[in-house]
């Protein structure tokens, strides 16, 4: 598999510029924040199938992932003084903080995302001090993990008896 | 949201190439097709959660998606001669003949992937006649769909008993 980046074909060919992908990632924490909403309290907390975690906790991961993440993503700092979070901290404790710290989230990677330095995307860091790889692959596997996670959040609601949002809506 | 990817600073920005995001897409696509073959024949076509599809046909409809999509991503025809399918058609009778199917998508994205004309990514067009939105964004949807409902097949097989591939393992 052909990876260079300054080869002739793929330095003609833009495919997201940061702009959009900023919009892609808050398009799908949209459309998450709306699944987090869509729980009982109760079941956000406890309910989970086959032994997994509930949502509070994978919704926790996200944010983790996230925020530090984004700071990391900038600035290779991957610890933060506003998100003190790492892996082992648990969700906050009722729904409403959970979407309160969301929202923060969000307005954090808003914030950072333009001080993404140019080149960045390219660059090696070992993010979390723990996953080696450039700042793309681990971008869009944050994006990917928190995919991954509320689909399994669309099961439980399902098992719930609950409609989730539509997966097409990132309005 | 600043969406014009011609601005200076998005100019400068490379985010991600034509090889990196074939190679990110079959990655994902080796995974899910780990997770296809995880299921026991009888539960891909008749296990299912709180009214949902079974892995079967949500499978299917990642291969519609795929193919005949890569070559209306290509060309801008959304039909294929080899890939008759539409979102109707039913997966075939037996998982080895799913996954041969899968197999000859793979091929085919790896096929078409280096005609796609330069400029592309940013062309709207109306996908499979219906979804109107730029070819990235169209692009981005099929692996998006792909992690969404693969993250449910993950909750199935828990349900199952059965321990799913490594989501972070893309070999």
Chains 1, 2 share one sequence.
Do not use: C
């Not at 990876?3 to 702009?19: A, K, L, R, Y």
């Not at 398009?27 to 032994?51: K, M, Q």
């Amino acid at each position: 598999m052909e990876t260079n980046v300054n080869s002739p074909e793929s330095s003609q060919q833009v495919i997201i510029t940061p702009d959009l992908l900023l919009e892609h990632w808050q398009a799908h924490r949209r459309l998450t924040r709306r699944v987090i909403e869509a729980f009982p309290e109760n079941d956000l907390y406890n309910f989970s199938i086959g032994g997994m975690r509930s949502f509070a906790q994978l919704t926790m991961e996200m944010i983790v992932l996230s925020a530090p993440g984004i700071n990391g993503i900038v600035s290779g700092n991957w610890t933060s003084e506003k998100f003190p979070f790492d892996f082992s901290t648990p969700p906050p404790a009722t729904k409403n903080e959970i979407l309160t710290l969301w929202d923060s989230v969000t307005d954090e990677i808003n914030t950072l995302w333009p001080q993404i330095p140019v080149g960045r995307f390219q660059e090696n860091d070992l993010a979390f001090g723990m996953y080696e790889g450039t700042i793309q692959y681990m971008l869009f596997y944050v994006i990917d993990n928190e995919i991954h996670h509320r689909g399994q959040g669309y099961v439980y609601l399902r098992a719930l008896g609950i409609e989730p949002p539509a997966f097409w809506d990132r309005s």
